[in-house]
């Protein structure tokens, strides 16, 4: 370099230095490529890499522009990395760095990469040991870099400061610009692994009409009929038979469906996926299946029969040759039996799942006697309610309905307005089940007694005459006691087919994924909404795009294993309709459904109407503190509301999300405007409150009950026996033959139960709520830091409190007749099937 000649650069030489570094990657070898074959590409890539010139980083000036770079900022001389080859090709590799450096450069802002290789690699950091008179500066990159010949220009990374738009330095504004261009795309083409788009597009791809017309399935989204969130844009090339339908990839290749790379699960997580072996359910496992449960299907006998087949090395192994699939099958014994093999079918046990349970989110208090149904009468007639008071009050404990209704002592699941408008349908498959509704009492010591159980089904001749109905009540003996232990049954059924559709996916997976887009479209990487949002998006296009691949499309698992069937993601479109996003605010939700009031004297300000409710206790401990965490951070860079309404990424941001990301929902009232702070605030607080917590209280408990498929049975395959039939009689002799005959067969059992054990699982790379996977290089600015840190502890301080109320024999919700302690809202996990933890986002 020439620094300068003539008396006044003698005079004022411009003072040069060396910079020393140091940069971390991850080689694709960890992920079965070799980069030796680089030498096989020609002579003049051999030269390069035996001259270590494969990979170069430039620094970019943040505070100094270059005319001829458009007033970019200065552009530094090229560093390599060199001895590629002789690095480690399993886990991290770090590599020393020189850069050149002089005073009129300034501080390093962002920095160019550039890849020469023939294949990708993961940058982690880079690290600059110290910038004269600024000390270290770090650049967390996690990325994928491919190789130049895939990008336009060169990969920039900036360092990790945090800049609102109008602070951000002149020179590398051109920079952070670009970047947001490259990942927005044009929306054109089919998208590739190496492409870094992120973009929006109709759940059309759930269909395989090439197929032919049973694997035809409705576009979800882009109608008010049929309304849904939008998922990532793929850009395939439609079917053959249906040009609106996107075409689909064949089973084998359901890993490589497109999502922007830096989104795909990493290797940690990947090696461990394709291990659980959800991949392999469609075409390795389920044929090993059919040919255990023969055709048609064989029955259990018993449930003793259950937990042969399923726990105790039933014989269905001896048919598998691989071991890696052998151990796919070794389930462990479900929480909910480890403690007594009986204690589920008990009342108390069937109430307490719907407080602490695996779908602690629908129950909520009756406000009038009898329920009264929402559906349009012009078109279902009468859907009220047939329960009367000779039906419960005797079971009140001395109350009569109108006092017990004042004390807030009814509570109600009810499945019917959301079921009912679909059962028809749903009814002339295989499936044979019921709209309910399920009335509770609220006891003296805080558990609830289920007092009536409706069962209800469309008329026969038509919707417009409304519905046959018949209520059940509680009994112990006889045929009366199987009567009611079916009628239980059937609101399992209903209520974990509403699990897994609503709950689960549409209020957690669906509805997040368009905040996932429009963040890495609109806010760059140095905006302080990115920094604090992004972790609770990691994993979260990956999985839902598999879901979509493999487990809710058309003839899907969850298509062959819950009962609405083919009809399920549809109904689930139907349920978008009411969705609302100010309402998946666990206070808004709680005082919705009834279950909490407003209470000025409580140190939360709501006081619970069911005290030893555990979601909703534990679950506010953790929303609260998510709350106070995200006002001080948001408090730190927005001083005002109108620093929120002059942020243009912001409300790029915010626009995009209602527009497109929620596109039929855009013009509904109860969204935040996005003017004020706590607009703000309260906005990112349910983002975060959904992706973690709400994702884990309906998630990782699926395994720990509903993997005991008698528990929470999917599917019903006939109707309530009625006096006469041969399944009534069966019942004075074998109610367990007749239980299990009613519900789920033995093929489904077996495929239901390995679906969710593999969705019950957390990742060994899991990164949990208050806690980042670069704990201390995320930003430089110390107050946000500190706030952080009093999060975790906060979280820390909530776990102590959960194992104390697990403890306390007076909160008889906390475990209740299994014996199975609360604490899928623990906020720290472990690797398998611990039943606990809240990762920090939808990440299975």
Request: charged share 25%; proline share 7%; glycine share 6%.
């Amino acid at each position: 370099m020439n620094f300068g000649i003539g008396p006044m650069a003698l005079n004022n030489p411009v003072k040069q230095k060396k910079i020393q570094g140091s940069v971390v990657v991850v080689k694709k070898n960890l992920l079965d490529y070799n980069d030796l074959n680089d030498f096989q590409s020609g002579p003049s890539d051999t030269f390069l890499e035996l001259l270590g010139q494969r990979v170069s980083l430039r620094l970019v000036s943040a505070e100094k522009t270059d005319p001829t770079n458009m007033l970019g900022g200065k552009i530094g001389a090229p560093a390599y990395l060199q001895n590629w080859n002789f690095t480690p090709l399993l886990g991290d590799c770090k590599f020393n760095v020189s850069f050149d450096w002089n005073e009129d450069f300034g501080t390093p802002g962002a920095i160019l990469v550039r890849n020469a290789h023939h294949g990708e690699f993961y940058l982690k950091t880079v690290t600059l040991d110290d910038v004269p008179g600024r000390g270290p500066i770090h650049f967390v990159c996690n990325s994928w870099v491919y190789p130049d010949e895939k990008y336009q220009s060169d990969r920039v990374f900036f360092a990790n400061k945090t800049y609102l738009p109008n602070e951000m330095p002149g020179p590398l504004r051109k920079y952070r610009e670009e970047e947001l261009r490259v990942l927005r795309g044009n929306g054109a083409g089919e998208l590739k692994e190496w492409d870094r788009v992120y973009d929006y597009a109709l759940y059309n791809d759930l269909g395989d009409p090439d197929k032919g017309q049973d694997y035809q399935r409705q576009t979800l989204g882009g109608s008010s009929e049929y309304p849904y969130p939008r998922r990532g844009r793929t850009g395939r090339p439609p079917s053959q038979t249906d040009k609106s339908c996107e075409s689909r990839l064949p089973v084998p290749m359901s890993l490589f469906i497109y999502v922007p790379r830096d989104e795909k699960f990493g290797h940690v997580k990947l090696l461990d996926f394709v291990g659980n072996g959800l991949s392999a359910l469609p075409q390795n496992i389920f044929p090993i299946f059919e040919a255990f449960c023969g055709n048609p299907p064989k029955e259990f006998d018993s449930f003793n029969e259950v937990l042969r087949v399923l726990y105790y090395g039933g014989n269905i192994r001896s048919l598998i040759p691989n071991e890696k699939l052998k151990e796919l099958l070794d389930y462990p014994v479900p929480q909910v039996i480890q403690d007594s093999k009986s204690a589920w079918r008990t009342d108390a046990e069937f109430a307490r799942e719907m407080l602490a349970g695996v779908n602690p989110v629908v129950i909520r208090r009756l406000e009038e006697f009898p329920p009264k149904s929402k559906l349009d009468p012009k078109i279902y007639g009468n859907q009220n309610s047939l329960i009367r008071k000779e039906h419960i009050e005797c079971n009140l404990s001395g109350y009569t309905i109108e006092q017990a209704l004042m004390g807030n002592k009814l509570f109600i699941l009810d499945h019917h307005d959301s079921l009912m408008p679909y059962l028809r349908r749903i009814n002339t498959t295989t499936t044979k089940t019921y709209a309910s509704r399920t009335l509770l009492f609220l006891t003296a010591d805080g558990t609830l007694k289920p007092l009536a159980i409706e069962l209800s089904y469309p008329h026969p001749e038509a919707d417009i005459y409304g519905c046959v109905s018949k209520v059940y009540t509680p009994a112990e003996e006889g045929v009366e006691g199987s009567i009611w232990q079916l009628a239980k049954a059937y609101v399992a059924v209903n209520d974990s087919g509403y699990h897994q559709l609503i709950s689960h996916w549409l209020n957690t997976h669906a509805v997040i994924e368009p905040f996932v887009i429009a963040t890495n479209r609109q806010l760059s990487v140095v905006h302080p909404i990115y920094k604090l949002l992004q972790p609770h998006f990691r994993d979260t296009m990956n999985i839902n795009a598999l879901a979509r691949q493999t487990l809710i499309n058309a003839n899907g698992i969850l298509e062959l294993t819950v009962f609405p069937g083919k009809y399920a993601m549809e109904m689930s479109s139907a349920i978008y309709k009411s969705w609302n996003f100010l309402e998946q605010a666990l206070p808004i939700d709680l005082k919705k459904r009834g279950i909490a009031v407003d209470d000025k004297n409580s140190p939360l300000g709501l006081r619970l109407l069911i005290k030893d409710y555990p979601y909703a206790v534990d679950g506010l401990e953790i929303w609260f503190a998510i709350e106070k965490w995200v006002r001080a951070y948001c408090s730190f860079y927005y001083k005002s509301d109108a620093m929120v309404q002059q942020d243009p990424e912001l409300q790029a941001w915010w626009k995009e999300l209602l527009e497109r990301g929620h596109g039929d929902k855009k013009d509904e009232p109860w969204w935040p405007s996005m003017q004020t702070l706590e607009d703000l605030i309260h906005s990112c607080t349910i983002i975060i409150w959904v992706a973690s917590a709400l994702h884990a209280a309906v998630n990782f408990g699926q395994y720990p009950y509903a993997g005991y498929l008698p528990n929470r049975p999917t599917i019903s395959r006939m109707f309530m026996p009625e006096k006469g039939s041969p399944e009534y009689s069966e019942l004075e002799t074998n109610f367990e033959r007749v239980f299990l005959k009613i519900v789920t067969s033995q093929l489904m059992t077996l495929l239901g139960v390995s679906l969710i054990e593999i969705l019950s699982k957390h990742s060994p790379d899991e990164v949990y709520l208050g806690q980042r996977s670069d704990p201390d290089k995320w930003t430089t600015d110390a107050a946000p830091l500190k706030a952080f840190n009093d999060f975790g502890n906060k979280l820390s301080q909530i776990e102590q409190r959960i194992i104390q109320m697990n403890h306390d024999k007076t909160l008889k919700n906390r475990s209740g007749p299994v014996n199975v302690p609360y604490t899928l809202l623990f906020p720290t996990g472990e690797s398998g099937l611990p039943g606990k933890g809240i990762p920090n986002s939808v990440s299975i």
